[in-house]
Structures are given as C-alpha cells and as structure tokens.
C-alpha cells in the first residue's frame, strides 16, 4: 500500500555515526514527522548499526517537540553490496590507497543503492524529504558523496518513480569541525554528549578505547577525520 506524498515528512539515512545523528537532529528540526533507515550490507563496522537504539533513545529524551515527531526505525538487509564489493570495509584487509587516489574504504555504488532503496521505502511510506550525511568537504574523494552525483540521482529517482523526491545533504559545504557546530546549534552539550558517547565511527568497529571525541582505534582514516574534527571545533570554541 502507497501512501500519498507529505511534503512535511522525512526519512533520513541513519547509519548510527556522527554524522547520520547530526543529520537526524537537523530533521527533527524542521520536518513535521521523521523516520529512519539504517542498513546491514556485510560492513565490518556493523557495530554502528547496534549503536542506534541509545542515540534514537538520547534524542527522544532530548526535546519533547523531537519525541513527538520521531517515527519509524527501518533496517534494510542488502547484503549482495557486502558480497560483490572487495574493500577494506567489507573485507579483512588493510585500509590503504588504492588506483585512481582512492582508499580501499571505497564501497562502489554504497550511496547510490543506499539512495534508491531509501527512495523506494519513501515511497511506501508517503515520505518526500530524504536526508544523508553525505559530505564532499572533509571527504575521502569519494565519488558518490559528490553534490553533483546527488544531484543527477535525485533527478534520475524522481523521474524512475514518478515522484518529487528532496534530497537533502545538511553537511555537504560542511568539515567535520562544523559538523560538530551544528550538532551543537541544534541540540547544544547534550546533543554533543550524546553523539561522542553512543554514535560511532570508527572504520574497524572498534569500540574499545574511549576518547574525547569518542570511541574508536584511533588510527583508521574515519577515527583521524573524526578527532581532527573534534580538535578544530574545540579549539574554535576555546576550550
Ligand atoms: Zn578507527
């Protein structure tokens, strides 16, 4: 059963990293009714996915006007993206650059499936708005984080499911410093304290090690990205 299209509601890619929280908080800020996707495609961090329930829990408790809102919380199984893809993040190998100036982390097509399966569930659900974290700024070149490669799918979506689809991407002209900005603008120390303790980031799911910014080895590009970014904001902040 499909539902008619409220242009007052969105879904929002929620993968449970720094960045999807800040996103969803973004959502919540400005859309009516907002759900979630998250999705299982054979990634070694699959951590992340667990670390949801307490973030989605941390932000209901935030604001009362974002309980009411908060709808939804889908997973979507895809694990043929884990089987065709030979990358460090689905696979045990050593995170590294590889041909064309790209890491090994690179997971061809990720945000592209992503988009389309999160459009088709939109669909279902009578959602017109879909929100994802992704950045061209801070970014490892990735192709499909790209605002232009967002652009053209969204067009191509739109035209394949006869729908008006919205692609937002609140952190793409954003670094990681500012995205902490953000999180800090729309929920202040709390929504901080929240994202450091239950989102996660780090590349080879590790969980272990608490930092300021967070959880995480520490060493992989996403853990680096992820602390250069906490240091910048805190030192903007002067403390
Ligand atoms: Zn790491």
Redesign the pocket.
């Given at each position: 059963m499909n539902s008619p299209q409220q242009s007052d509601s969105a879904l929002v890619l929620f993968s449970g990293g720094q960045d999807s929280a800040t996103c969803l908080a973004w959502a919540l800020d400005r859309f009516a009714h907002v759900e979630t996707v998250g999705f299982a495609y054979g990634q070694r961090h699959v951590i992340e996915l667990g670390c949801r329930k307490k973030l989605l829990d941390g932000i209901l408790s935030l604001k009362r006007e974002w309980a009411t809102k908060l709808g939804e919380a889908h997973t979507l199984d895809i694990p043929t993206l884990g089987e065709i893809s030979d990358t460090a993040l689905t696979r045990n190998l050593e995170i590294e650059m590889g041909e064309g100036g790209l890491p090994n982390t690179f997971v061809p097509g990720r945000n592209l499936v992503f988009l389309t399966f999160a459009a088709a569930l939109a669909y279902r659900r009578g959602i017109s708005n879909i929100v994802g974290g992704m950045c061209e700024t801070d970014f490892s070149g990735y192709p499909d984080c790209r605002d232009e490669t967002i652009k053209a799918l969204n067009a191509a979506l739109n035209l394949g499911m006869a729908r008006n689809f919205d692609i937002h991407t609140p952190l793409m002209w954003r670094s990681k410093a500012q995205t902490w900005s953000l999180a800090t603008e729309l929920g202040g120390k709390a929504l901080i304290d929240l994202i450091v303790e239950e989102s996660h980031?780090?590349?080879?799911g590790?969980r272990g090690a608490g930092h300021e910014w967070g959880y995480?080895?520490?060493?992989?590009p996403?853990?680096d990205l992820r602390a250069k970014g906490w240091h910048e904001y805190k030192a903007r902040r002067g403390g």
């Open positions: 980031t780090c590349y080879l590790e995480g080895c520490g060493e992989c996403a853990c």
